[in-house]
């Protein structure tokens, strides 16, 4: 995704986006402190009908969406190069059970 420039960096631009109505796959770190600089964005996910998921690191997370930078959320958009592996995500993602 990062090589189609298919990914959403950081709170403001993922946020930006979501109220934009964009669709895609949300995936939060974990381990971002304080938890107040992002606990909204679940929620906006829900009340979009959008998927997310959490992984344990932002460290990890920068450097999976192509960055040199730690980064809290990102979201993936969907585009037709990687549409099957996207849709595998997607399932994926949607199998888990929701966070308490």
Same mark, same amino acid.
Request: hydrophobic share 30%; proline share 8%.
């Given at each position: 995704a990062s090589k189609h420039k298919q990914i959403r960096r950081g709170v403001k631009e993922v946020q930006k986006f979501i109220n934009k109505g964009e669709k895609g796959i949300t995936v939060l770190a974990g381990d971002?402190?304080?938890i107040d600089v992002y606990c909204? +964005?679940? +929620?906006?996910?829900?009340?979009r009908n959008l998927p997310y998921a959490y992984v344990p690191s932002k460290s990890d997370l920068g450097a999976a969406a192509g960055s040199k930078r730690p980064?809290?959320? +990102?979201m993936i958009k969907p585009h037709e190069e990687y549409q099957e592996t996207y849709n595998e995500c997607l399932e994926e993602v949607e199998a888990l059970p929701l966070p308490l």
């Amino acid at each position: 995704a990062s090589k189609h420039k298919q990914i959403r960096r950081g709170v403001k631009e993922v946020q930006k986006f979501i109220n934009k109505g964009e669709k895609g796959i949300t995936v939060l770190a974990g381990d971002t402190q304080p938890i107040d600089v992002y606990c909204h +964005i679940p +929620i906006m996910c829900e009340d979009r009908n959008l998927p997310y998921a959490y992984v344990p690191s932002k460290s990890d997370l920068g450097a999976a969406a192509g960055s040199k930078r730690p980064t809290c959320v +990102i979201m993936i958009k969907p585009h037709e190069e990687y549409q099957e592996t996207y849709n595998e995500c997607l399932e994926e993602v949607e199998a888990l059970p929701l966070p308490l």
